[in-house]
């Protein structure tokens, strides 16, 4: 059973930066998207973006295009999020997520494999 699990999650200042972390563990990944969601309080989740097996694709939602960068490093397992020009409204809790379906990865409805989520706070 794969496990993802998030680090690289706190409190930063707007306009600042952080880089999210997700490691996979208990099983291999081969041709999955791995994505990014995340949680507001009080709101629904929302996708961030997610990255092809490959890294030659990627997509983002349009409220963090340019601001936000995800990458891949297979030999470790692992996926980024490297977040710049932070914004109050980015506060969330921020889930890593594995599918091997395109569609399924963007609406987040029947991901194979979710994370259980790091908090990232951004003050003003």
């Known amino acids: 059973q794969v496990q993802l699990v998030e680090s690289g999650g706190g409190l930063v200042q707007a306009g600042g930066s952080l880089r999210l972390s997700c490691a996979a563990s208990?099983?291999?990944?081969?041709?999955?998207?791995m994505g990014w969601f995340r949680q507001a309080p009080g709101k629904e989740r929302e996708f961030v973006g997610t990255?092809?097996?490959?890294?030659?694709?990627?997509y983002y939602a349009d409220s963090v295009k340019g601001r936000f960068t995800i990458s891949r490093d297979n030999a470790k397992n692992t996926v980024y999020l490297q977040m710049s020009s932070l914004k109050t409204e980015d506060t969330a809790v921020y889930y890593c997520a594995a599918d091997p379906n395109i569609g399924t990865i963007r609406s987040g409805y029947g991901v194979d494999y979710w994370g259980k989520g790091t908090l990232v706070t951004v003050s003003s």
């Open positions: 990255i092809s097996w490959s890294s030659s694709n990627t």
């Open positions: 208990g099983g291999t990944l081969s041709s999955y998207y």
